[in-house]
T-cell receptor, first 113, second 114 residues
Framework: GENVEQHPSTLSVQEGDSAVIKCTYS??????FPWYKQELGKRPQLIID?????GEKKDQRIAVTLNKTAKHFSLHITETQPEDSAVYFC????????????FGKGTRLHILP | GAVVSQHPSRVICKSGTSVKIECRSL??????MFWYRQFPKQSLMLMAT?????????EQGVEKDKFLINHASLTLSTLTVTSAHPEDSSFYIC??????????FGPGTRLTVT
């Protein structure tokens, strides 16, 4: 089955700097890669997703890149702000098989003032 | 994004009793819903996949007789924790998959068993 590894587990960046979170997956058939942000005590929120027919997707300060050959994908947050502090989860699944989504263990992002 | 509601948000029950948690997709039909359990500072642990009109698929190690799941309609799935024990105390979150495969989470239910 699919296995998703996420790094780092904790990340601290200065406000205004960029943050990068990386994930790898094991099943080459996976074709859907969402990213979720979870603030303390709240639900995970879908912030961006990418499907395997594209290599990059951007939404304002957030971008995700996908390298299918290497089986890794990354989340990039530019011009970080205090409200970006949260836990971020990457995930992977195969839409064609209607598979469940497999989550990484999460990255706790701290934005330093 | 789509909206998923979950009720109740918090519940305290005595050991041995049963608790029902409801998950609703408010603005879309969800043929598939998921139930997760989350421990403090940890990732989401999938408990089961709930498909409308059929039996739920449970993950390894999850007792299906203890965690009863019913997906009676395209907008409602319920999780019943039967004969609850203190070790069942946790944060339970549901999610629903929309027609374009995006998955949205409910706000979660904090269960405390005394």
């Amino acid at each position: 089955g699919e296995n998703v590894e996420q790094h780092p587990s904790t990340l601290s960046v200065q406000e205004g700097d960029s943050a990068v979170i990386k994930c790898t997956y094991s099943d080459s058939a996976s074709n859907y890669f969402p990213w979720y942000k979870q603030e303390l005590g709240k639900r995970p929120q879908l912030i961006i997703d990418i499907r395997s027919n594209v290599g990059e997707k951007k939404d304002q300060r957030i971008a995700v890149t996908l390298n299918k050959t290497a089986k890794h994908f990354s989340l990039h947050i530019t011009e970080t702000q205090p409200e970006d502090s949260a836990v971020y989860f990457c995930a992977a699944s195969n839409m064609n098989r209607d598979d469940k989504i497999i989550f990484g263990k999460g990255t706790r992002l701290h934005i330093l003032p | 994004g789509a909206v998923v509601s979950q009720h109740p948000s918090r519940v305290i029950c005595k050991s041995g009793t049963s608790v029902k948690i409801e998950c609703r997709s408010l603005d879309f039909q969800a043929t598939t819903m998921f139930w997760y359990r989350q421990f403090p500072k940890q990732s989401l642990m999938l408990m089961a996949t709930s498909n409308e009109g059929s039996k739920a698929t449970y993950e390894q190690g999850v007792e299906k007789d203890k965690f009863l799941i019913n997906h009676a309609s395209l907008t409602l799935s319920t999780l019943t924790v039967t004969s609850a024990h203190p070790e069942d105390s946790s944060f339970y979150i549901c999610s629903a998959r929309d027609p374009i495969y995006e998955q949205y989470f409910g706000p979660g239910t904090r269960l405390t068993v005394t």
